[in-house]
């Protein structure tokens, strides 16, 4: 087995998983997710993600080491992203694999998740914003030890914890890697973007959720996406 721990020291650095999973024989990982969302571009999208529900076990799969911002106001302040921006989320689409280190027989895998943008409070990388979307880079977790090194979660899995519809705000940066052409998906153009431990915050159902980490403090008394918007729209302002 081999432990790897997530490294944050830099908000733009990317995303490095906890370990790889050995096991005498393939077993396929499901999600308890509920059923899967709607269809890209659904008038239903939306009551697809209430009705099924976010699942961020996906992406709570690493160890963080980091000092919160205690509220919306503070993250904003530290000036540290270069695009804020809210919306919801169209799909998740496979994304890059990328070696760790040199050598590396099975790099990590990575999603992108398609967000359509619905407000940009902050741009300082226009460029970050295709078409209307943004494109997030995320690690999709954990590989067996098999030849195909198959992933714990695959992307249908990812797409039932975050379905189609659900309300989504990042704060993000440019990713270190980028969109090699002709990914499926992906229009030419696009730019991976890139969040840290705080830069993913999801609605599910009328509450606000932490992608990566659970919300602690002043965090935890914001009732939804709205509220949020508007306390970040206020200090971006």
Not at 146 to 157: I, R, V
Not at 182 to 192: K, N, S
Not at 220 to 230: K, N, Q, W
């Amino acid at each position: 087995m081999r432990i790897r721990t997530q490294d944050h020291s830099s908000h733009r650095g990317r995303w490095t998983p906890r370990l790889r999973l050995i096991a005498p024989a393939l077993v396929a990982a499901a999600l308890a997710a509920g059923c899967g969302g709607a269809p890209e571009g659904s008038p239903d999208a939306g009551a697809a993600a209430a009705e099924s529900g976010v699942d961020v076990s996906v992406l709570r799969q690493g160890h963080h080491d980091f000092v919160p911002a205690p509220s919306p106001e503070a993250l904003v302040r530290t000036g540290k992203h270069e695009v804020i921006t809210a919306g919801k989320v169209d799909t998740v689409l496979q994304g890059e694999e990328i070696p760790l280190q040199e050598g590396d027989e099975q790099p990590e895998l990575f999603v992108l998740l398609k967000v359509r943008v619905t407000e940009t409070f902050r741009a300082s990388s226009p460029e970050a914003i295709n078409d209307g979307h943004v494109y997030v880079s995320v690690w999709q977790g954990p590989r067996y030890n098999d030849p195909a090194g198959t992933p714990e979660f695959s992307l249908a899995d990812w797409n039932r914890a975050i379905p189609a519809g659900t309300p989504v705000m990042l704060f993000l940066n440019p990713a270190d890697e980028g969109i090699r052409p002709g990914l499926p998906g992906v229009p030419a153009g696009a730019r991976a973007m890139a969040a840290d431990v705080q830069g993913i915050l999801l609605e599910d159902g009328g509450r606000l959720l932490g992608g990566f980490e659970e919300l602690e403090g002043q965090w935890t008394g914001i009732r939804s996406m709205t509220e949020l918007a508007d306390r970040v729209r206020k200090e971006t302002r």
